[in-house]
């Protein structure tokens, strides 16, 4: 009786151990393309964003000032009027109410019904906005700049060719958008992704590799150096030590259109467990090659996580399910620009001519939640 009882121990400890569900965290293998259901946007052009507010309401933006919604899932998806046919290449929602999209040319526009109706907003900058990230319905930051790709343009990329020697745009907000000011911070860099952890704790994530940190709430920032040259697109914090920093490098060869043709290259995936003090590479390979392109999104879940990205004419797309320390590539055939996943078994891909497809299969609930 002793040795069944210590054998069903035994088992149930190991059942909590970070990475025990590796083999059958899912009850469908995400392989499976008949778990990639494709949904009718209704659109065409490029889209560059999405994001989810709950499992149900929806937001995609993308080229010409494309707005689509949806209220159930995706299962339909609206046509708004944006109001602008600039480029949009940020979407952010607070509720399922209230959310915000930036764009070209510092467009940033607001809706107040779920994306029905849009007001545009005043951030005195001409220079394209990227990111998007509200801690309240008031307190909120955007950010860009004038280097850097933007995948973002009808034929793919879209080079911001103002060489300035400071680059860096972060704007805030703490009266719901009514009003902007310009952050000062130490990056000397276009800035693509804002994230904070609490109300106290953010990081955003610069072009040239570098991170930026706030204790207090965004009042005052400090300079975090990941120690690569490589764009960061998107970063994110699972507590105040570990966190996760996405990007890639690309170069330009003098044979393509405008005389410049774009290679991207090394496809590249950080982490922390030092709240930033120091970066580590995490190995990422597609067969047995390092993963190339650019990681532009990642999510975590607790032991499961998706990563996300592109690479010239091909979607790269991974998932963990030991906390990061392995990934499996995904294959996915229509390019995807951009990704989200609400939970590990619900997401959304966004790409070119209007494409979205919805990830949602069944969860092992033992294995993540």
């Known amino acids: 009786m002793k040795k069944i ?110 994306g029905k109706t849009w007001i545009s907003g005043r951030t005195d900058t001409k220079e394209p906005l990227y990111g998007v990230y509200f801690l309240t ?18 034929s793919l990329f879209q080079l911001a060719a103002n060489s ?18 310009l952050v000062e911070n130490p990056l000397k860099q276009d800035i ?32 975090r150096p990941t120690k690569v040259d490589k764009q960061l697109f998107d970063i994110v914090f699972t507590d105040e030590k570990t966190g996760w920093a996405v990007g890639g490098r690309y170069r330009y060869l003098n044979n393509g259109m405008f005389g410049r043709d774009l290679q991207m290259r090394w496809a590249i995936l950080l982490k922390t467990t030092d709240g930033g003090l120091s970066w580590e590479k995490v190995n990422i390979n597609q067969g047995d090659s390092p993963a190339k392109g650019i990681f532009n999104r990642i999510f975590m879940f607790e032991n499961l996580g998706w990563l996300g990205g592109f690479r010239q004419a091909q979607t790269n797309l991974f998932f963990t399910s030991d906390r990061g320390t392995s990934w499996e590539e995904i294959t996915i055939e229509p390019f995807i620009r951009d990704s989200f996943f609400v939970k590990p078994n619900l997401g959304w891909l966004v790409g070119d001519n209007g494409t979205i497809l919805c990830f949602k299969p069944q969860l092992n609930e033992s294995s993540n939640k």
Request: one cysteine or more.
């Open 137 to 154: 319905p008031e307190k909120g930051w955007v950010s860009g700049g004038k280097l850097g790709i933007l995948a973002a343009s009808a």
């Open 5 to 114: 009882f210590l054998i069903l121990l035994v088992c149930w400890l190991i059942s909590f151990m970070p990475g025990s569900a590796q083999e059958n965290f899912w009850t469908q293998n995400p392989q499976d393309s008949s778990y990639w259901v494709k949904q009718t946007s209704g659109v065409t052009e490029a889209l560059n964003a999405v994001f989810f507010a709950d499992e149900n309401h929806g937001c995609a933006v993308g080229e010409k000032g494309v707005i689509i919604t949806t209220e159930d899932g995706g299962a339909h998806w609206v046509k708004q009027n944006s109001t602008t046919d600039l480029p949009l290449y940020g979407v952010y929602f607070k509720t399922a109410e209230l959310g915000w999209t930036v764009g070209d040319q510092g467009v940033l526009l607001c809706t107040r019904d779920g």
């Open 192 to 223: 693509q992704s804002v994230y904070f952890l609490n109300d106290k704790i953010g990081w955003a994530a610069g072009a040239q590799g570098d991170t930026i940190v706030t204790f207090d709430g965004g009042k005052t920032w400090e300079k």
């Open 164 to 181: 300035h020697k400071n680059s860096s745009v972060l704007l805030a907000t703490e009266n719901g958008g009514a009003n902007w000011r």
